[in-house]
């Protein structure tokens, strides 16, 4: 950029970080009623998702695995509940479960991608939408080599070591309305 020309950024390429979808079959936990993940509404729409991105000039998709732990465990909110002994473990429900899967490999990609645009000086400015302090040691590379490093949490709260490491910190979608919380009155 010369100087006397307005502020332009280029962009480099947009990365998207996702896994494929659950798509097993497996029986609820307490009714034994047969599930076939990949017909779900969230298996459907993340695969014409992720079909959709390969598509886009300028986008590339880096899909991390799912680690499939082959069953079923209480919401965290339900055992919380169970706990507190404000519910008895005969009330459960298969809607009390949710299948135990975890996204893996995905932020080992996004630390590669952002170290390998660093290193080639591809990029000066990094924007990552994200608000995990995984983060950090990517970001501090970023830094180091003189790349511009702005996070967008959108809206979520971050952690304070990976405010530390970072340029800039902006939200550029709306901000979400939060639910107003109803507080029941005691007779």
Same mark, same amino acid.
């Given at each position: 950029m010369q100087r006397g020309e307005p502020d332009r950024r280029d962009l480099y390429r947009i990365f998207v970080y996702d896994c494929?979808? #659950?798509? @097993?079959? !497996?029986?609820?936990?307490?009714?034994?009623?047969?599930? =076939?993940?990949?017909?779900?509404?969230?298996?459907?729409?993340?695969t014409a998702f992720h079909n959709e991105l390969k598509? #886009?000039? @300028?986008? !590339?998709?880096?899909?991390g695995r799912l680690q499939d732990? =082959?069953?079923w465990r209480l919401k965290p909110a339900i055992l919380a509940v169970l706990l507190k002994r404000e519910?008895?473990?005969a009330e459960l429900t298969d809607d009390d479960f949710e299948y135990d899967v975890r996204q893996k490999g995905t932020d080992m990609r996004i630390g590669v991608d952002i170290a390998s645009v660093a290193y080639k000086k591809q990029v000066d400015q990094v924007v990552l939408v994200a608000g995990d302090a995984d983060f950090v040691p990517a970001a501090?590379?970023?830094r180091r080599e003189g790349i511009d490093f702005i996070l967008d949490p959108m809206?979520?709260?971050?952690?304070?070591d990976l405010?530390?490491?970072?340029?800039?910190?902006?939200?550029?979608?709306p901000e979400p309305k939060r639910a107003k919380v109803q507080i029941?009155?005691?007779a």
């Open positions: 494929p979808p #659950l798509t @097993k079959k !497996a029986h609820t936990p307490l009714t034994k009623t047969a599930v =076939d993940f990949s017909k779900t509404d969230a298996a459907k729409f993340r598509c #886009l000039r @300028k986008v !590339a998709l880096r899909l732990n =082959d069953g519910r008895l473990f501090k590379l970023a809206w979520s709260k971050i952690a304070g405010f530390e490491h970072i340029d800039g910190l902006r939200s550029t979608s029941k009155e005691q």
